[in-house]
């Protein structure tokens, strides 16, 4: 009787141990997609960056140490607040120069201005001549125009001493500072970056062989980051006149709707173009087509998982300027 149970129990050991690796053999289910040549369209898509429409960077225009910055880097800001101070000790300095200037200006103007009637009443009785009187009218002037220059000087330093506050050009959020407390500022370094969120847009570099394309786009879409990703119509599109010399691309600005919000200068996106007509040369007649999302990106490789038998293979590839076909390093 122990015989046969432990024969028994052997049995079922065996035969779970034998499901168990039948299951782990199985694995998961990974789909796969042949790769089938490229059949020639106008429809292409590119990655694409985003950019504000109002972006300033808040430079120093005095020099000093930098007593304090009160903002940091995703911090909203509204026109006019305080986001930094520079030390303004010799600021202060130069302004009371230029108020006891504007003194003693006045005081010798004052000066000029009694000396003038006094010698006019002179002239008039005849105790002095016309020489006498000329000289003084020009020292009244002359100490007229030395109080204009004193109060000149005296606005310069007052708008010097303000240059020691730096504050907001328009309601915004902090994009990065470049400057901590402590730090020295001199006139035209950068202190921080903000921008307007209301107001962006989508940047693609567009290869000068899809121009053609891209200007006969029927319609053009930007996705927005999501799951899945929602596509939208940009309110307006601008190609610059000019080609990268290097990279020979031309680069297409489309303005988002105001409405759309999540979005952060240096973003990534993805735009589409709807061409017309198909170009000759977009597509190779070697090309083959693959869906964007079996790509897989690592800093400047570009690969895919190829399946070889139960078992998947890293295989470089080199793609398309859509992204979505691949020009070397595949076989159909």
């Known amino acids: 009787m122990g015989i046969r149970q432990s024969f028994l129990s052997a049995a079922v050991a065996g035969l779970m141990a034998t499901t ?12 796969t997609v042949a790769a089938l040549p490229a059949a020639e369209r106008g429809t292409f898509e590119l990655e694409a960056s985003v950019q504000a429409l109002r972006q300033a960077t808040v430079a120093a225009q005095t020099g000093g140490n930098l007593l304090a910055l009160n903002v940091k880097a995703g911090d909203r800001v509204k026109a006019g607040q305080v ?16 108020e006891g200037g504007v003194a003693q200006a006045e005081a010798q103007l004052r000066n000029a201005k009694v000396s003038l009637e006094r010698t006019r009443e002179l002239r008039a009785q005849g105790f002095v001549s016309q020489a006498a009187l000329d000289t003084a009218e020009t020292q009244w002037r002359a100490s007229q125009a030395g109080l204009q220059q004193a109060q000149g000087a005296r606005g310069q330093a007052v708008v010097m ?14 994009l990065a500072t470049h400057l901590e407390a402590g730090d020295l500022a001199t006139p035209g370094r950068p202190v921080l970056t903000l921008y307007a969120p209301g107001a962006l847009r989508a940047v693609a570099q ?22 899945p990703a929602r596509w939208i119509n940009p309110v307006r599109q601008v190609e610059l006149p000019t080609t990268d010399p290097v ?18 200068p240096g973003q990534s996106l993805r735009v589409r173009f709807d061409g017309a007509v198909a170009a000759p040369a977009a597509a190779p007649s070697n090309a083959l087509a693959i869906p964007p999302s079996a790509v897989l990106t690592r800093g400047e490789l570009t690969a895919v998982f190829v399946a070889q038998g139960d078992r998947f293979v890293l295989r470089a590839v080199r793609l398309g300027a859509g992204g979505d076909r691949v020009l070397a390093g595949l076989q159909a």
């Open 20 to 31: 168990s690796l039948v299951a782990l053999a199985a694995g998961p289910v990974v789909p």
């Open 161 to 174: 001493r303000g240059n020691a506050t730096l504050t907001a050009p328009f309601d915004g959020i902090v």
């Open 247 to 264: 990279s020979q691309t031309i680069e297409w600005r489309m303005d988002l709707p105001p409405d759309v919000t999540g979005l952060a």
């Open 206 to 227: 567009v290869p000068s062989s899809r121009v053609a394309q891209a200007r006969a786009s029927r319609n053009t879409q930007v996705a927005l980051p999501g799951s």
């Open 83 to 98: 986001l930094a101070r520079i030390d303004d000790r010799e600021a202060a300095a130069g302004l009371s120069s230029a």
